[in-house]
């Protein structure tokens, strides 16, 4: 699943788009927000984890340009498109380095190319696999950045992925799978039906604790190589 934010205070503009965005990628669930004022944004900004924003540069109570410099002071990362009818305040944008624009006179054209410099970027930053859950899960397909992954645990003929959020899907694969692929080169087997993010572990003992407070079992067989894995990690990003 894939999270974006849409500002623009012109009446439909923003779920003109968000219809648009579900179009062009029919494939992946796309979740949109969509704000008439920048308040109403900010207020939800903090508390939400948007893959990019969308944002309408001529707005009369906070243009896009200050808008997106209270985002960065959030997360100077996320990827950020800017919405505008004027081609003359273009040029202004660029010093705020964002993603790209897309011109309401040009939507259609414009901003299936916007989605895909987006997805770029989302996947350069953080590799991304597309999972399609089980038919009994309801068979939708996602998006679903590796970094947000918690663990993978085997269940039955088919694999849980459980996610920073709380949220979780079951996908009819064997667990073996995620381990060859080179995406999950950060996980480690921590027993014979369960593989963990090395990024999300706080603690290693006869039980990984992640930083969420979830608990997990280690098998003693596995205990040293996960402590050997770990170490080697937090080596590695820490240098």
Do not use: W
């Amino acid at each position: 699943m894939m999270r974006f934010a849409i500002v623009d205070d012109e009446p439909n503009v923003p779920e003109q788009i968000a219809e648009m965005l579900k179009t062009y990628v029919p494939d992946v669930q796309i979740e949109t927000n969509c704000f008439h004022q920048p308040s109403d944004f900010l207020e939800m900004y903090c508390s939400c984890n948007y893959d990019a924003v969308f944002l309408d540069i001529d707005m009369p109570a906070i243009n896009g340009f200050d808008l997106s410099q209270k985002i960065y002071e959030k997360n100077n990362s996320v990827p950020i498109v800017y919405i505008t009818s004027r081609d003359d305040l273009i040029i202004h944008a660029f010093r705020y380095k964002p993603l790209g624009f897309v011109r309401k006179q040009f939507i259609a054209s414009e901003l299936p190319y916007a989605l895909t410099t987006i997805l770029k970027e989302i996947n350069r930053k953080s590799p991304s696999i597309t999972i399609t859950e089980t038919r009994f899960a309801g068979g939708r397909t996602y998006c679903i950045q590796i970094e947000k992954i918690t663990f993978l645990e085997s269940e039955k003929h088919n694999v849980k992925i459980q996610l920073l959020t709380g949220e979780s899907y079951t996908v009819r694969e064997a667990l073996s799978y995620y381990l060859n692929l080179p995406e999950f080169k950060d996980f480690v087997l921590i027993n014979s039906g369960t593989m963990v993010n090395l990024a999300h572990i706080k603690l290693v003992n006869e039980t990984i604790s992640l930083k969420n407070g979830t608990i997990l079992y280690v098998s003693r067989r596995k205990l040293q190589s996960v402590l050997d894995a770990y170490l080697k990690y937090i080596g590695r990003v820490l240098i």
